[in-house]
């Protein structure tokens, strides 16, 4: 009679442990819905959020048509696209990779240096070494301090360029880009 009760018992527990876990599995994924359960799923269950990732950006001289999104992941205002897109286009073309005085063919590849006077200009912005270098005095490191982003290769990245340019942009406006 042991034998039958732990042939049935054994089973029967299985089930039920098994029907829990599939009550789990398809219950609804709401942030709110995972606390309390979560922790008592199996260890193989793997916890995920669909994500909409959008496609890689394909940088081309000339080419800006990238901008509204990663300008809105930067947090530039709308209002400023157009003007941001005009530095873009005038300071590095649309390139992310170049510093300053680096030529370009149509696909983004650096294929020189023009000139050496500008090397610490840097990304779609070509922002400057006055403000990214931790201590320079006209803007007192700002970038770096405040981003800790203090090395120019980081900037060369285009959204890192992009919201150290938003930082520019809310300290001093346009003024960092006049051409005077």
Not at 16 to 39: D, K, N, R
Not at 45 to 54: F, G, N, Q
């Amino acid at each position: 009679m042991n034998i039958l009760i732990r042939c049935i018992a054994v089973p029967l527990a299985g089930i039920i442990a098994l029907g829990s876990q599939a009550q789990a599995a398809i219950a609804p994924s709401s942030a709110s819905t995972f606390i309390g359960w979560e922790s008592q799923l199996p260890t193989t269950y793997i916890k995920h959020e669909r994500l909409d990732l959008p496609r890689p950006v394909t940088f081309k001289h000339g080419d800006i048509s990238w901008l509204p999104s990663l300008a809105a992941q930067a947090g530039w205002p709308r209002s400023t696209w157009n003007k941001l897109g005009q530095i873009i286009l005038r300071e590095s073309g649309g390139c992310p990779n170049r510093a300053g005085g680096d030529m370009v063919d149509k696909n983004c590849n650096i294929t020189g240096v023009s000139e050496w006077s500008h090397r610490s200009d840097t990304g779609l912005l070509q922002i400057n070494g006055v403000h990214w270098k931790q201590d320079h005095a006209q803007y007192h490191g700002l970038i770096c301090k405040r981003l800790k982003v203090c090395e120019q290769s980081i900037l060369l990245d285009p959204l890192t360029n992009l919201i150290a340019g938003k930082l520019l942009y809310d300290v001093a406006g346009w003024s960092p880009w006049d051409i005077g």
